[in-house]
T-cell receptor
Framework: IAGITQAPTSQILAAGRRMTLRCTQDMRHNAMYWYRQDLGLGLRLIHYSNTAGTTGKGEVPDGYSVSRANTDDFPLTLASAVPSQTSVYFC??????????????FGSGTRLTVV | QKEVEQNSGPLSVPEGAIASLNCTYSDRGSQSFFWYRQYSGKSPELIMSIYSNGDKEDGRFTAQLNKASQYVSLLIRDSQPSDSATYLCAVNPSGAGSYQLTFGKGTKLSVIP
């Protein structure tokens, strides 16, 4: 693989179920991010990780959790899905060792529908 | 709340014309600015970055930055139908955590053959 791989590509999930969206990068980027994209609201940051072993909350973290056990993987977990979490989820990474930062590389996205 | 504002469009231009996309941001301390292109159903793709006041050119694309006016723009010369997409402006706000970007909601561009 080259870049960022997200899985699954799409998913229909029953409300109340737990789900983990997977994200793996092979670029050895130190920083990783999860965004959700909704019509009319744009891209909103859910959680981020500046380096392996650390995570932080973004603009819309409620109902989501993340972990960063190593450089390459950054899974996003919905503990108990609700219909308002229906969205397209993008994982991204950046190699930002200084100032100014560089842009993100995005994965292809996961389209999640909670019913 | 540090904001990035864009006109949602759609912006329609004829093929061969110059498309001008604009973005304003609220955080005066922002240092890094980016333009992404997103085709329908696809992920955003980085097309330009700019860090200093002035113009930066890359092929048919020119990014312009004016930090005093808190304004960044993207010009697309000789617009092609393949340029039809949503263009996202992104800014690295100061104090947000070193690497985070705040995105505008995007401007939809339609290039008419």
């Amino acid at each position: 693989i080259a870049g960022i791989t997200q899985a699954p590509t799409s998913q229909i999930l029953a409300a109340g179920r737990r789900m983990t969206l997977r994200c793996t990068q092979d670029m050895r980027h130190n920083a990783m991010y999860w965004y959700r994209q909704d019509l009319g609201l744009g891209l909103r940051l859910i959680h981020y990780s500046n380096t392996a072993g650390t995570t932080g909350k973004g603009e819309v973290p409620d109902g989501y959790s993340v972990s960063r056990a190593n450089t390459d993987d950054f899974p996003l977990t919905l503990a108990s899905a609700v219909p308002s979490q229906t969205s397209v989820y993008f994982c991204a990474s950046s190699d930002s060792m200084g100032d100014p930062i560089y842009g993100y590389t995005f994965g292809s996205g996961t389209r999640l529908t909670v019913v | 709340q540090k904001e990035v504002e864009q006109n949602s469009g759609p912006l329609s231009v004829p093929e061969g014309a110059i498309a001008s996309l604009n973005c304003t941001y609220s955080d005066r301390g922002s240092q890094s600015f980016f333009w992404y292109r997103q085709y329908s159903g696809k992920s955003p793709e980085l097309i330009m970055s700019i860090y200093s006041n002035g113009d930066k050119e890359d092929g048919r694309f020119t990014a312009q930055l004016n930090k005093a006016s808190q304004y960044v723009s993207l010009l697309i010369r000789d617009s092609q139908p393949s340029d039809s997409a949503t263009y996202l402006c992104a800014v690295n706000p100061s104090g947000a955590g070193s690497y985070q970007l705040t995105f505008g909601k995007g401007t939809k561009l339609s290039v008419i053959p």
